[in-house]
Nanobody
Framework: QVQLVESGGGSVQAGGSLRLSCAAS????????MGWFRQAPGKEREGVAA????????YYADSVKGRFTISQDNAKNTVYLQMNSLKPEDTAMYYC?????????????????WGRGTQVTVSS
């Protein structure tokens, strides 16, 4: 059974940084894309960043390019999202997900497993 547990969320001021972690169990990174998604109140869930199976190519939403970095530690079965230069519009619940395929799509409809999320709040 795949389990994903996010951590690292919190409240920061604009310009600050946070690092989110997603600890996975019952799953191997070598077979599927891992991604981070977010959902703000009243908005649809959107893809933020993703990393291909086995540490393959990385992908980012235009809104976070140059500010967020996704990485993974295979030994720890953990995926990270380093978020720098945070903006109030980054405020959302952030979710870790395993996609259905090795290649990344960053579409919520193609996620097979979800974590419960961690809240990120950025104040101006």
């Amino acid at each position: 059974q795949v389990q994903l547990v996010e951590s690292g969320g919190g409240s920061v001021q604009a310009g600050g940084s946070l690092r989110l972690s997603c600890a996975a169990s019952g799953y191997t990174y070598k077979t599927r894309c891992m991604g981070w998604f977010r959902q703000a109140p009243g908005k649809e869930r959107e893809g933020v960043a993703a990393i291909g199976a086995g540490g393959g190519p990385t992908y980012y939403a235009d809104s976070v390019k140059g500010r967020f970095t996704i990485s993974q530690d295979n030994a720890k079965n953990t995926v990270y999202l380093q978020m720098n230069s945070l903006k109030p519009e980054d405020t959302a619940m952030y979710y870790c997900a395993v996609e259905r395929y090795a290649s990344c799509n960053m579409r919520p409809s193609l996620a097979a497993y979800w974590g419960r999320g961690t809240q990120v709040t950025v104040s101006s």
